[in-house]
Structure formats: structure tokens, C-alpha cells
């Protein structure tokens, strides 16, 4: 399948990326505006467990106390616009009809009743569970015991025919390749799983969403390396964890990015997901909107750059949130209150013409807390979509490009003494940048190197990426 | 654009990590804990400083004076040994401790060749993720973990049905039970789970853990004991073996894991 490849930056400078504003804005749901100024509150929940045990009971939960709980915090509060996302359980993906359908249809319900009565500009975001197996098969017709590609497909119609206003996945092909090289710091084998394998993935599964998507006349929003980046981003985790360098996580994140803009060039709008951290490099590449997630997730996980990937997000996300009670109403209601608030400093900020110094204070305050949020600042961010951009059509290149580029930024810094790192941070991005540097130029060589390499890695199947 | 490189981070900002970072080196450690053999020396070593090509043909070497239980104990788990203190004490990472398995891996089968009957295991764990859940990288590392520590794992695999994992576990019979999960909406499998191996009359230590799991809902229902990192696994794992069952385990959870593993009774 041909597909057209970024080969240039839709941004000129990196300075022109900015929090709120997108080359390609976008309109959709209940009267929001994306990308074209104001920044959009994203809630995105989870159900308390036991409420899955039936239909009836998962409905209740998600549209009679979370989306209505949600809806009213909004108005309390005076925002005038929320997003929520809704990331699909497994027993909503497995069962998609009997689980899903009344839920994505009450939450449009509730929706359209609180705009019709409010005027509140709203939308939600339909994330379907992404359930596919490496051993038992990612495409149609080869899993036989589950059938998860199949129920993906199904799940994706009733999201887009039901209610869903955006559609989006957290997919996982190469992931099998990526968990088995993250955990032995091999950078070869991730950027085999997740440059190579995640982005033919993509491919495959971007063109699908996006023609179910224009079929249905909703938004095919975009993915996130979730299953790949963030792995490696929550193993590296803060100053206590010492499950892998993270060095090494911040090259992984360079090299999702080249995987997670396919969904674009097969046809996404955008916004992305907002578990992408990749997703400035996405947005400096294709102009696209982008949600992000950073203070306001701390709900969901902590993470060593806050502040600092709200640089250029265009709707600002808590990631999610159990439903549950607090001193100050349901966790939805206390976690949309802060996203919320956050998302109208940017946006007053803009009528102060303050965005570009608010911008630079969010990056000030964590540019060095970590390698991945150095070279996620706006201006690496760009550095690294310029990398990608000109190492032409091979996936496997431009993923290589992004890496190396990555690691030679951190490197700099450190050199200079600026961005600080351990002993085992240094000598592992020494590793990275010898092992990016002995890999062919060739992606024919490389991939038949790595067929080879990793052909014993458990539930590994080339046929699952037509190789 | 602004100069980011002129911002002074130290008030707001402190690298605890690099503050921490231990003096000592991997050499420094292992030399302490060192088999005195040489040629059981030569196999520690490879295992400690991941030398997967050259474990092969020293356990050969080694098994040339030595019994292959000799070889296991005082060589390659010795290694295994050593390369947990390093890692406790920070300084190796969790890669260092997949590869020095995969080294361990391809030792123990050449030792084990030699032994008629097979090596025999310190204990056998089943371990699941649970129904539902896709997620299982944890697992995976954990397994890794408890095979180098010289037990045996059945592993089930992801989004394993809660009467699968019943089944297995009446079949088997192990010292251990394992469940991981991402979501709060799978780790409801774990009560299920317990309340039909009780059913059934049968109570073991059943450790769950898992990105949404936290210790309060592991202790809620019957014989579950929390996990925090899969290297606590052959901690809690070891304690199951050696005859405690899980109300102790859980009640010395603690000391357990903020002692490495020590409590009163050793």
C-alpha cells in the first residue's frame, strides 16, 4: 500500500509551535473547536471494579454518575467546552454490541441534553480497546480462539455509529518485540518492534479506522505508542525506580514518534492521544492538534515532565481517573476541575499575549528533570521531527533517524553540563548511539537481520505484518 | 528563543538518583561473594557480567571436576546471587538482571544435561495475567526472575479465564499462585479466583500485582499477598516454600520486603 510520507515540517520554526493553535484546526461534536485557540479540558475515567459484571450496571456507571457527574462539574465551573474520553474496557471491546452500544449512545444522550440546555460545547472521544494477541494473530481470519481482530473492527462501527464523536486506539503491533527488548535494553530490537513492526501495523490499521471514520462522519483522531513508549517511559519512571535507564526510554520515545505519525499519513486528523508524550514531535511534523497529559494525570502516574508537555498540547488531559468519591465530589469532578482551570491559564494567556512566555516557563521548569522531557522540549522536539522528516519513505530510517538524533541531543547537552545524568544513563545512551550507528542503510538488510534476531521471541509471528 | 541552558535548576530540582549513586562498582561486590573454585568462579562471572557466549563452555569446563549440582549451586545460582545484591543495592538495572538470565538460561541446560532425572526445583509457581487483561510484560519479568532463583513456573499466559487458572492450579498442586493485571476491571478475576480455590478447599499463597493492583484490594480477599515489583517475587515465593502460608506472609509483608527479604525468624 502506498502511503504519503511526511518529507517536510509543517511548522517553520520550532518557536511557532505553541499550546492552543494548529496549522489544521479542527470542528466537531457539540460545538467544539479544536486546535484554533482555545485549549479543551480532556476527562478521560475508568469504572470502579464490579461494575463491568453486566451491562446494565457498566451503563449506569459510565453515563448515569461519570458523564453526568462530569457535565455538571463543567457547568459548576463555567468551562465552556470539555472533551471526554472514553477508553474502552475490555469487556466493552470483547462485547461490543451488547456492552458498548448503550453506553456510547446514553453518553451522547446525556451530552446532547447538557448542550442543548447549557450551550456547553462538548465532544467525546471513543478509544476502542485494542485486545489483539502477537501469538494468536493481529489480522482478520488468524485468531481463532478470541477473535480480537475482528472484535476490533466491530468495536470500531459501534463507536462511530453509536455516538462517538472522535475515534481512536492505543494499538499494540510490535509490542511483543518492544516488551522483549526494553527489559534487555536493546535498542535494536525496539526500533525493530515498534520503528519497524508498530509502524506497518499502523498501516494496516489507520486505513481501516479512517474509512470507517469518513463512512460514519466522525474524526479519525490518532494513537499513541502507549503500549511501547510509556512502557518503557513508566519502567524508567522517577529518581527511586531503577528499572531501565532513562536514556534509554527517552530514545524509545523518539522512535514512537515516527510510528504514531502513520495514523496521520493514512488519513488521522488528529486530535492524538493524549498518553502520546511523543506527540510535540507529531504535532512539529504534521501540524496536527494534539492532547497531552503531564500535572494533571498525576491521578493516573507520575511522570518527570508536568509542566512541561503542556508546551503545545491543544486539548489538556488528566490521562484517567477510577471513579470514585473525594472531599470535593467524584474523582472526574476534582480531576476536570484541575485540567480545567490549567486549560483556562493558556487560554487567558493567549489574550494577554503571554502563551509564548507561559510556554517557555512550563519547558523552563522541567527541561532538565529528565532525558525524555529534554529532548520533548519544543525546539529538540522539532530537531527530532526534522530527522524524521529527511530520511525519506523507509520506516525503518526515519525511526533509526529519530533515535540517533535523540540520543546526539541528550549527549550534547550532558557534554556541555546542562542536562544532567547517572553513571548508568550515560553508559547506556553510549551503548544506543554505538548500536544505532552499526545498523545498515539499507532496510531490506536490516530487516532480514532481524528476522533472524529475534524469530524465537515469544508470540513473534512475521505473518501478523505480511513479512 | 530563550536561552534554557542559562536557568538555573537547583531550586526546584533535585537529582536524587545521581546524589544517591553508590561508590562501589559490580566489581567491587561480586569479588566479596565469589564461589572460591575457579572454575565455579569463571561460570559467577559470566552470569554477573552477562556473558552469554562464553557460560556454555565454561559450565562444560566446569563440569569436567565438578557435579552438575555443584555447577548449578555454586556457579550459576551463586551468579544469580550476586547480580541480585548489585541490583538491590542500585547499581544494576532490571536489563542487567533479564540478561544475566538468559546467560543463567543457557548455563543451567548444559548442567542439566548431565543430570539423569532432571534438576530438581526449590518449588513450583503458576502464573496467570488475568482474564481480560493483554498486559503482561510484569509477569513475563517476574518469571524470569523466579526461574534464575530455581523454581519451577507453569506460565498460563495473558487474559487467562478465571476457571483456567482453578483448573491448573488443582492439577498442579503449587507452592505459589501468581495474577497480574493493568486494569481495575480485570484484577476483579483475583477474588474470583480465590473464592473457587477455596471452594474447592484448597488455600495457597496467591500473589497479585500489576499496574492497577495496590496492596489494600490484594488484602481484601482471601490468601492474596501483594506484590510491589516483580524482584520481590523469589522474596515472597521463598517464604511460601519454606512452609509459611499466606495469613504469615501477608501479616510479615513489611519486613519482608523493606528488609530484603529478613525477618525475625531469617
Known amino acids: 500500500m502506498a502511503t504519503k510520507r511526511f518529507t517536510k515540517m509543517e511548522y517553520g520554526s520550532a518557536d511557532e509551535m505553541i499550546f492552543g493553535e494548529s496549522k489544521y484546526p479542527l470542528s ?44 455538571d462539574r463543567a457547568v459548576t465551573l463555567g468551562f465552556a467546552s470539555v472533551q471526554l ?196 514531535i507529531v504535532k512539529a511534523i504534521s501540524g496536527r492538534p494534539s492532547s497531552q497529559e ?108 529519530a533515535g540517533l538524533k535523540a540520543a546526539e541531543l541528550i549527549q550534547a547537552s550532558n557534554d556541555k553540563g546542562k542536562l544532567k545524568l547517572s553513571k548508568e544513563e550515560k553508559d547506556a545512551l553510549n551503548r544506543i548511539v554505538a548500536d544505532l550507528r552499526s545498523l545498515p542503510d539499507e532496510e531490506g538488510k536490516f530487516v532480514d537481520w532481524a528476522l533472524k534476531e529475534y524469530a524465537s521471541v515469544p508470540a513473534f509471528e512475521p505473518k501478523n505484518y505480511e513479512l | 528563543m530563550v536561552d534554557f541552558d542559562s536557568i538555573n535548576v537547583s531550586p526546584f530540582l533535585t537529582r536524587y538518583d545521581i546524589v544517591m549513586e553508590s561508590k562501589e562498582s559490580p566489581q567491587d561486590i561480586a569479588a566479596r561473594m565469589y564461589p572460591e573454585d575457579p572454575a565455579l568462579k569463571k561460570v559467577a562471572e559470566d552470569i554477573v557480567f552477562l556473558r552469554g557466549k562464553s557460560v556454555e563452555g565454561d559450565v562444560e569446563a566446569a563440569l569436567a571436576n565438578l557435579s552438575p549440582n555443584e555447577v548449578i549451586d555454586g556457579g550459576l545460582l551463586r551468579g544469580i546471587e550476586i547480580v541480585s ?73 495473558r487474559d487467562v479465564a478465571v476457571d483456567d487458572v482453578v483448573r491448573t492450579v488443582m492439577e498442579k498442586k503449587p507452592a505459589v499462585l501468581t495474577g497480574t493485571a493493568l486494569m481495575t476491571t480485570t484484577m476483579s478475576a483475583f477474588p474470583r479466583v480465590a473464592d473457587k480455590l477455596k471452594e474447592n478447599g484448597l488455600e495457597i499463597p496467591f500473589i497479585c500485582a500489576g499496574g492497577a493492583v495496590n496492596r489494600g484490594y490484594v488484602e481484601s480477599f482471601p490468601m492474596g499477598v501483594y506484590a510491589d515489583k516483580a524482584a520481590e517475587g523469589p522474596r515472597l515465593v521463598s517464604k511460601a516454600v519454606g512452609g509459611w502460608d499466606w495469613r504469615k506472609i501477608r501479616e510479615n509483608w513489611d519486613k519482608l520486603i523493606s528488609g530484603g527479604g529478613k525477618t525475625e525468624e531469617g
Open chain 1, 28 to 71: 466537531y461534536g457539540l460545538g467544539l473547536k479544536v486546535g484554533s485557540g482555545p485549549i479543551v479540558p480532556e476527562i478521560n475515567f475508568a469504572p470502579r471494579p464490579g461494575s463491568e459484571k453486566t451491562p446494565e450496571s457498566l451503563k449506569r456507571e459510565y453515563v448515569d454518575y461519570i458523564t453526568k457527574d462530569v457535565l
Open chain 1, 294 to 401: 503531564g500535572k494533571g494525570a498525576q491521578c493516573a502516574h507520575a511522570d518527570l515532565m508536568g509542566n512541561l508537555v503542556a508546551q503545545t498540547c491543544d486539548l489538556w488531559s488528566n490521562e484517567s481517573v477510577e471513579y470514585h468519591p473525594e472531599f470535593g465530589g467524584s474523582s472526574v469532578q476534582c480531576w476536570l476541575g484541575v485540567i480545567g482551570y490549567e486549560a483556562a491559564l493558556m487560554t487567558a494567556s493567549k489574550q494577554m499575549k503571554t502563551d509564548k512566555m507561559l510556554r517557555d516557563t512550563y519547558v523552563a521548569s522541567d527541561r532538565f528533570r529528565s532525558p525524555e522531557a529534554f529532548i520533548l522540549s519544543y525546539d529538540n522536539a522539532y530537531r527530532i521531527g526534522q530527522a524524521i522528516v529527511g530520511a525519506g519513505d523507509s520506516y525503518y530510517l526515519r525511526a533509526k533517524a
Open chain 2, 85 to 157: 545484591e548489585i541490583y538491590d543495592r542500585g547499581i544494576y538495572y532490571l536489563p542487567h538482571v533479564m540478561v544475566a538470565a538468559d546467560a543463567f538460561d543457557k548455563g543451567i541446560k548444559v548442567a542439566e544435561s548431565k543430570l539423569s532425572g532432571g534438576r530438581q526445583t526449590k518449588g513450583t509457581v503458576v502464573m496467570h495475567a488475568a482474564e481480560g487483561d493483554p498486559h503482561d510484560i510484569g509477569k513475563n519479568i517476574a518469571a524470569v526472575m523466579l526461574r534464575s532463583n530455581g523454581y519451577g513456573v507453569i506460565d498460563m499466559g
Open chain 1, 85 to 280: 474520553e472514553n477508553e474502552w474496557i475490555s469487556q466493552m471491546g470483547s462485547n461490543s454490541e451488547k456492552f458498548a452500544k448503550p453506553i456510547v449512545e446514553g453518553q451522547k444522550n446525556m451530552m446532547r441534553k447538557y448542550h442543548d440546555e447549557y450551550g456547553i460545547a462538548c465532544a467525546i472521544r471513543h478509544t476502542i480497546a485494542d485486545q489483539r494477541e502477537g501469538d494468536a494473530g493481529l489480522r482478520p481470519g488468524m485468531d481463532s480462539k478470541h477473535a480480537y481482530p475482528e472484535k476490533l473492527l466491530e468495536s470500531l462501527e459501534v463507536a462511530a455509529k453509536n455516538g462517538a464523536d472522535v475515534l481512536s486506539i492505543e494499538s499494540v503491533g510490535g509490542k511483543e518485540i518492544a516488551d522483549y527488548s526494553v527489559v534487555r535494553q536493546d535498542i535494536k530490537g525496539w526500533l525493530f518492534g515498534i520503528g519497524y513492526l508498530g509502524s506497518l501495523d499502523m498501516e494496516w490499521l489507520w486505513t481501516q479506522i479512517v474509512d470507517v471514520a469518513k463512512k460514519n462522519k466522525v474524526v479519525p483522531g490518532g494513537d499513541t505508542n502507549c503500549a511501547g513508549a510509556n512502557t518503557a517511559m513508566f519502567m524508567a519512571g522517577g529518581f527511586l525506580d531503577r528499572d531501565i535507564p532513562r536514556t534509554f526510554s527517552a530514545v524509545t520515545r523518539a522512535i514512537a514518534s515516527a510510528r504514531t505519525l502513520v495514523a496521520i499519513e493514512v488519513g488521522a486528523t488528529g486530535p492524538d492521544k493524549d498518553c502520546g508524550y511523543e506527540g510535540p
